[in-house]
């Protein structure tokens, strides 16, 4: 014979919504919306309806510029970065390629190149490069690349990283101080930045379709006009309709 319930429990049970449990349900009430099959056993279905379900994917965003470029400049201040600041973190994931309709060459080994707003937008661009690949974390170095590019030039808001003499270091130590400036630097001017560089021109060949101008923007693995002019005009209205 079962063991009696206790009226107290019954009670207390029934106070809290929780109903009776149903024959074939040998599962105390706190664990009913457990997993599926408990839920069907114990008939909490309607209880249970309300539950946190599994996140959704997020949307997947790949932007293509070019760091001189004012289109590409406009797009990333006034669409993508007012939008990763409002969507929650796991909505949108954001990958950066700064190259753009550069071009390049191999050069006695070594990979030289050549930018549509010349040698300062190649320095800009491989700053940037250095950077996230130094920060590693998105949260970290998309401020700076913010600042960088709504400031009057990309390469003189940056703390000295190259051999020419820059100015104003203000945009890594007010968003990324703990970033080393050095290994920044020594990225810049070594092998590792041209390498950088290479794999985004790479990344930026391999787009089907091609690209025809910048900014350049990959939804979800996929490039339309529609999706390209929806972005332009509102970026957060297009990534909430788009995350389900």
Known sequence: ?????PPALVALVALL????????????AHLWCSSPEITAACQAESRCANLSRPAAAPVELSLFYESLCPACRSFLARQLFSAWLLLPSQALNITLVPYGNAQERN???????????GPEE??????EACLMHEAKDFGTYFPVI??????????KNLEAVCPCPLTSPR????????????????????????????RNAQLTE?????HQYVPWVVI??????QLQAQAEVSLLGLVCRLYQ
């Open 1 to 5: 014979m079962a063991p009696a319930v």
């Open 17 to 28: 919504g929780l109903g009776a449990a149903f024959p074939g349900c040998d599962y105390p």
């Open 107 to 117: 050069v006695s080994g070594k990979w030289d190149f050549q930018c549509q707003h």
């Open 122 to 127: 190649c320095l800009g661009n491989m700053i």
């Open 146 to 155: 913010f600042c960088l590019e709504t400031g009057s030039s990309v390469t």
């Open 171 to 198: 945009c890594l130590q007010v968003y990324a101080p703990q970033l080393d400036k050095d290994r920044i630097a020594a990225c810049v001017q070594g092998d590792l930045g041209a390498a950088l560089m290479h």
């Open 206 to 210: 391999a787009l089907d379709p091609p």
């Open 220 to 225: 979800n693995g996929e490039h339309t006009d």
